[in-house]
């Protein structure tokens, strides 16, 4: 008896049933892709959280060795520069530079002269100025992870924003006001008066609103309206650090330009920014924080009486 074989038919997807299957993942790609998008910015807000707290840690760990917290520059030559006293040359020292030895970066620290400048940023013609390859990088925690833009080097010869591959900062400390034109002693503006200024800083016992009612630095974002606009950690230009008085957080150049003006906190981070209080703690701030209530923070003896924010 002759033996029968049964011939199987071959089986597979239908194209049909292939796209269905694609159609599927796709669906799914879909779904996945915003939340692995937060979790990825969740993960970058919270470095950055931890940068400002690094930062605050190390201003008190300055305070604690100087009894002061760092000078907001050292003869810095902006467009005010005539506040310096008579015979006294530009440096433009920061106080990011001699926060150095605090925050893991003594090396750089170590190779950077403070009896030579470290920018040439001069407005007003003095003379004087000169720079440091010592401060020619890049230092990860004066940066947001969250800010996708450059943050240099940058080059430039214009008088007040003279720096030669200087990169910026996305976290300011925090200067009365633009154009000073005063030593930070001699500002005497209650309702303005910050912690840094020019050849000085406030010591603890100056906060009279509170530690923790009084902003010591604000996030900014690396892109600014024009490429001069600073603050760099390594050298003063003349538009460069936060002042909270004079821009509200996040605040557009203007209505066909939405990127910030000179002396504007913000941040990449959706609705705000973080913020460094005198005290050590960081809190994110809504840029619809009233505008009043942001200078107020921002002074240390204004005598405000602010609310919940």
């Not at 796709?26 to 892709?33: E, G, N, R, S």
């Not at 919270?46 to 100087?66: E, R």
């Not at 973080?274 to 942001?294: M, P």
């Amino acid at each position: 008896m002759a033996l029968k074989f049964q011939r199987r038919s071959k089986q597979g997807f239908t194209l049909i049933e292939l796209l269905v299957v694609i159609a599927i993942i796709a669906i799914l790609i879909a779904l996945l892709l915003p939340a692995v998008q937060q979790a990825r910015e969740a993960a970058r807000r919270s470095t950055c959280k931890n940068n400002m707290k690094q930062l605050g840690l190390a201003l008190h760990n300055y305070h604690d060795s100087h009894r002061i917290f760092p000078p907001g520059d050292i003869n810095a030559g902006g467009y005010d520069a005539g506040w310096l006293p008579a015979g006294e040359e530009m440096r433009n020292h920061t106080a990011y530079m001699f926060l150095l030895p605090f925050l893991d970066q003594a090396a750089i620290y170590n190779e950077i002269n403070f009896s030579l400048p470290t920018g040439n940023s001069d407005g007003s013609s003095i003379g004087g100025g000169g720079y440091q390859t010592a401060t020619e990088r890049k230092v990860v925690v004066f940066l947001c992870p969250s800010d996708g833009y450059s943050a240099g080097p940058y080059t430039s010869t214009s008088g007040a924003y003279a720096v030669r591959n200087a990169y910026r900062t996305s976290y300011s400390v925090l200067y009365p006001w633009y154009n000073m034109s005063t030593s930070y002693d001699a500002y005497n503006d209650n309702t303005r008066k910050s912690m840094f200024g020019h050849n000085g800083a406030a010591r603890i016992r100056d906060i009279q609103d509170g530690t923790s009612m009084t902003m010591a630095m604000m996030e900014t974002p690396l892109e600014k309206q024009s490429a001069l606009r600073g603050p760099f950690w390594s050298a003063y230009v003349a538009t460069g650090a936060v002042a909270p008085g004079y821009r509200k957080i996040n605040a557009p150049y203007d209505a066909t330009d939405d990127r910030v003006n000179w002396y504007t906190p913000g941040s990449e981070h959706v609705g705000g920014c973080h913020v460094l209080f005198a005290d050590g703690a960081v809190r994110f701030i809504s840029e619809n924080i009233d505008f009043n209530t942001q200078k107020a923070l921002g002074s240390i003896r204004g005598g405000e009486v602010i609310g919940d924010f």
